[in-house]
């Protein structure tokens, strides 16, 4: 799982305003520690609780549904697996 790769997928997504800076400012951080968080592959429960609320997306939810398509296809590759390649 890389959900560094994940949170920078989605913030690239967000409207052009809301560039790396603004998500440090955001999190109350430095731009180095928001690069940071890109190349994590675990991060903790409550930073990533900040994150999902900023960005209004539930990165939970994409774990979760991650889980449930490797519990029903083993064998099959996931999202947040594939997400390791970028």
């Not at 539930?58 to 064998?75: G, K, L, R, V, Y």
Request: with cysteine.
């Amino acid at each position: 799982m890389h959900i560094g790769n994940l949170i920078r997928e989605k913030l690239a997504n967000e409207p052009k305003s809301h560039t790396v800076t603004w998500f440090a400012k955001c999190l109350n951080c430095h731009r180095v520690n928001v690069y940071d968080i890109f190349t994590r592959r675990t991060i903790d429960t409550e930073l990533l609780w900040r994150i999902s609320t900023i960005l209004n997306y539930n990165f939970f939810q994409e774990i979760a549904d991650d889980f449930d398509n490797i519990s029903q296809n083993p064998n099959q590759p996931t999202k947040i697996q594939n997400s390791d390649n970028h």
